[in-house]
């Protein structure tokens, strides 16, 4: 995670590919699982703001190049939190439309070193199982209302059946 030289703190992020789970909807062979901003609330997103996400598959990367499309680049908060504004890996800067010369220059070294690619490609094996772990999806979702959820909502909690969970 790199603090660039105007003081800028960037991370890179796979945290919306969703995890290998068999209580989720079926998916073409070879594809992954990820959530993507609602149509409704596209972004670029404020540092506070609470984003509506829908799910959506693709192809599983092939290479790293292409699994940068699916990694979010998220900027450092005043609170010392990331959020993410809307742009991915491959395109950055896009939505924060530009960096300084130095800046860009330390952002590209850093995309070069080792823990950057070993990230990518573990990415890539994470989707690659996921894809595999959802061909026993059930092609429904069940979920839970929380002990604690309050009597004007219902917030159901989607019930992860991950089959590799405890087995690493």
Not at 68 to 74: E, G, N, P
Not at 76 to 83: C, H, I, Q, V
Not at 154 to 167: A, Q, S, T
């Amino acid at each position: 995670m790199p603090k660039l030289p105007s003081g800028l703190q960037l991370a890179i992020s796979k945290d919306h590919i969703l995890e290998p789970d068999i209580n989720w909807f079926h998916a073409p062979d070879g594809h992954f699982w990820y959530w993507i901003p609602a149509e409704e609330d596209p972004p670029p997103f404020a540092p506070y703001h609470e984003q509506i996400r829908q799910p959506k598959h693709a192809p599983v990367p092939q290479s790293k190049e292409e699994m940068s499309k699916f990694i979010q680049v998220l900027i450092m908060r005043d609170d010392g939190m990331y959020y993410w504004m809307g742009d991915y890996m491959y395109e950055f800067p896009f939505l924060m439309k530009k960096l300084s010369k130095e800046d860009q220059v330390a952002w590209e070294e850093w995309l070069d070193t080792d823990p950057v690619q070993t990230f990518l490609d573990t990415a890539i094996q994470e989707c690659q199982t996921q894809s595999i772990i959802n061909k026993d999806a059930t092609g429904s979702v069940t979920g839970v209302v929380p002990n604690d959820s309050d009597s004007d909502w219902i917030n159901i909690e989607h019930v992860v059946n991950n089959p590799l969970k405890g087995k690493h």
